[in-house]
């Protein structure tokens, strides 16, 4: 059993920061791609950035500059810091992760339980 939990939503002021954290545990063998997506009422969930095993990240261009995503493997945890958070950052923010669990062959996608972020103007 694999299972991903995220801390640290939150409401905000514009302007202010939040860091989330999620936290990889269970039969895991190996973790591919770490990501946060978040999805706003109404809207489909999107990405908003990711990170490969080896470090390399991509964000979604409305996060680019403000927010910042890290990872640790010992850990086994993924961490997105958030800077200059403005009320369109308003979203459940989920973590995923495509981990290769123990006695498997292929990595499969997880994804945490979701976390709130509200930012108000």
């Known amino acids: 059993q694999v299972q991903l939990v995220e801390s640290g939503g939150g409401l905000v002021q514009t302007g202010k920061s939040l860091r989330l954290s999620c936290a990889a545990s269970g039969s895991i063998f190996s973790i591919r791609t770490m990501g946060w997506y978040r999805q706003a009422p109404g809207k489909q969930r999107e990405l908003v950035a990711v990170i490969s095993s080896v470090g390399s990240t991509k964000y979604a261009d409305s996060v680019k500059g403000r927010f910042t995503i890290s990872r640790t493997n010992v850990n086994r945890t993924v961490t997105l810091q958030m800077n200059s958070l403005n009320p369109e950052d308003t979203a459940v923010y989920y973590c995923?992760?495509?981990?290769?669990?123990?006695?498997?062959?292929?990595?499969?996608?997880?994804w945490g339980q979701g976390t709130q972020v509200t930012v108000s103007s």
């Open positions: 995923a992760a495509a981990i290769i669990g123990r006695m498997e062959l292929t990595a499969r996608d997880y």
